[in-house]
């Protein structure tokens, strides 16, 4: 315990996460997926989709927008497309039954996809793709969310904040994986900088008449930006066309009129895509994997970093000290076990 802080385990903050879920009605293997995904946030340093999610999570529960006790059903035919009907349950259950199928599918056939329907998604992607890259499997994952970016050269929430999230495995080391948003920054930012009573950087948002303002307050209630100006928009735009209408789902506009708020987890689908690299080099040039690492070596040797880099370091110190939490954090925690949905509006 240091000051004004508390130093909890990983499996120590697991138990609470997961207690919480199961106070507030979920099926023990929802609850144990969300938990395993929110303290892995907190665990890697990723606060904008760790604890602090879990009022939106109960709020979505309450609002009956997401089904606490839903087991997700997985389709496989002789095809390379393997799904999961998530039966508007979260996603991670979905990943969970679906990656392993996944796996299996892109050994056998070189490349295969994992469609998932009707899911609630609040977290990030690396999870997903990290799990993938463990059977050697390089995995590109999109998800829309819900329309609160203006396009390129626009002015109105049109976009969602789609991630997109790479992985490709590494012998005997941690995958290289990225995974970001197609805005500026993901919308959990702007909200913990709302938090924190921080302004934003410029070149983050619009505010409601389509000016540019570094109010989190007035970003909420404008528009965020896309990444890279009309680059970030066209990718943003493909994951709406490739995650959210090809996958016969929710585009970020439709979740916003079903949910009708953004202060609820969106409602959607997903697209995972794994590719076995062996298969795929054939053995052309060699092994695909040390081929990678001359890269990986090259782009180090510069100075610059890999991203994943500072979670992995992340990951690691929590894993030997603990993860250190803020008084009210804990606060938080215990309030939302006792209260359980009666906690949120
Ligand atoms: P960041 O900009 O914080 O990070 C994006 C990626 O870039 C990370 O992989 C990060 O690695 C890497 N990175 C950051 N700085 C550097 C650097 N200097 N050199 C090399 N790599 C670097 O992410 P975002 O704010 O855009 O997104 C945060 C999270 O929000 C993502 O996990 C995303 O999935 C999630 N999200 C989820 C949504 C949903 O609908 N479910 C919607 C939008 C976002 P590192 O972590 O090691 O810093
Ligand atoms: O941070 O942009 C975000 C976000 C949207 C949905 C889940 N996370």
């Not at 970003?219 to 990444?227: I, K, N, Q, R, S």
């Not at 794994?274 to 060699?286: I, L």
Request: proline letters at 6%.
């Amino acid at each position: 315990m240091t000051e004004n802080k508390s130093i909890l385990s990983v499996p120590a903050l697991l138990e609470r996460v997961e207690t919480i879920f199961i106070n507030a009605g979920c099926s023990r293997q929802q609850a144990a997926a969300v938990a395993r995904v929110i303290v892995a946030g907190e665990r890697d340093g990723c606060k904008s989709h760790g604890i602090y999610r879990i009022e939106g999570c109960l709020r979505t529960i309450k609002a009956g927008k997401v089904v606490p006790d839903a087991v997700p059903v997985l389709e496989v035919d002789d095809s390379a497309i393997v799904r999961v009907d998530a039966k508007s349950g979260f996603a991670n259950a979905a990943h969970e039954v679906g990656i392993p199928a996944l796996a299996e599918r892109a050994k056998e056939l070189g490349l295969a996809a994992l469609v998932i329907n009707g899911c609630t998604h609040f977290s990030a992607l690396w999870p997903e793709v990290e799990a993938a890259t463990e059977h050697g499997l390089a995995v590109i994952a999109m998800c829309p969310s819900y329309a609160t970016v203006a396009p390129a050269g626009g002015s109105e929430p049109l976009l969602g904040t789609n991630p997109l999230a790479f992985g490709w495995p590494r012998n005997g080391n941690s995958p290289y994986v990225f995974d970001f948003a197609t805005s500026v920054a993901a919308r959990g930012e702007i909200e913990l900088h709302r938090r924190a009573g921080k302004e934003l950087p410029e070149g983050w948002a619009l505010d409601g008449d389509g000016n540019p303002t570094t109010s989190p307050e007035q970003a909420l209630a404008g528009a965020m930006l896309p990444f890279g100006g009309h680059k970030g928009s066209a990718i943003s735009t493909m994951i709406e066309l490739l995650a959210g209408t090809m996958l016969g789902d929710l585009t970020s506009p439709e979740v916003l009129d079903y949910l009708g708020t953004t202060t609820l987890s969106p409602h959607h689908g997903e697209l995972i895509i794994a590719f076995d690299p062996a298969r795929f080099s054939g053995q052309r040039r060699g092994n695909p994997l040390d081929r990678a690492e001359v890269l990986f070596e090259a782009i180090a040797g510069q100075g610059a970093r890999l991203p994943s880099q500072r979670r992995f370091n992340a990951r690691a110190k929590s894993m030997s000290d603990g993860i250190e939490l803020t008084a009210a954090e804990m606060e938080q925690l215990e309030r939302l076990r006792q209260m359980g949905l009666g906690s949120v509006d």
